[in-house]
């Protein structure tokens, strides 16, 4: 199974993104997912989730009423519109698909990655 991100960029403060991750041999609807970001020498931080319903939830609060996730179904992707973008919002964006599969009587978890997508924004 793999993840990949798209739509990273060089843009200036105020503009937007929206970034895809395309999932190829599991199904996103099945899934948990999640937009991530890390920036050089920081740690990783959650963004935004995606419940398997397709429902927004859990947003950062430093992109709350920014950021929105959603996904599309029949393309099997999931995606980040970023508005107003900062600064600060430069980073290494990374989508995460959580897999709970039936195994021996119990649930084993399977979480993918993608390789991530650069958004550089610009004062």
């Known amino acids: 199974a793999q993840l990949v991100e798209s739509g990273g960029a060089l843009v200036q403060a105020g503009g937007s993104l929206r970034l895809s991750c395309a999932a190829s041999?599991?199904?996103?609807?099945?899934?948990?997912t999640a937009w991530y970001r890390q920036a050089p020498g920081e740690q990783r931080e959650l963004l935004a989730e995606?419940?398997?319903?397709?429902?927004?939830?859990n947003y950062q609060d430093s992109v709350k009423g920014r950021f929105t996730v959603s996904r599309n179904n029949a393309e099997n992707t999931i995606y980040l519109q970023m508005n107003d973008l900062k600064p600060e919002d430069t980073s290494m964006y990374y989508c995460?698909?959580?897999?709970?599969?039936?195994?021996?009587?119990?649930?084993?978890?399977?979480?993918?990655w993608g390789p991530g997508t650069q958004v550089t924004v610009s004062s």
């Open positions: 995606l419940t398997k319903e397709g429902i927004p939830t």
């Open positions: 041999e599991i199904t996103l609807s099945n899934a948990e």
């Open positions: 995460n698909a959580v897999l709970f599969v039936p195994a021996n009587g119990h649930l084993k978890r399977y979480d993918y």
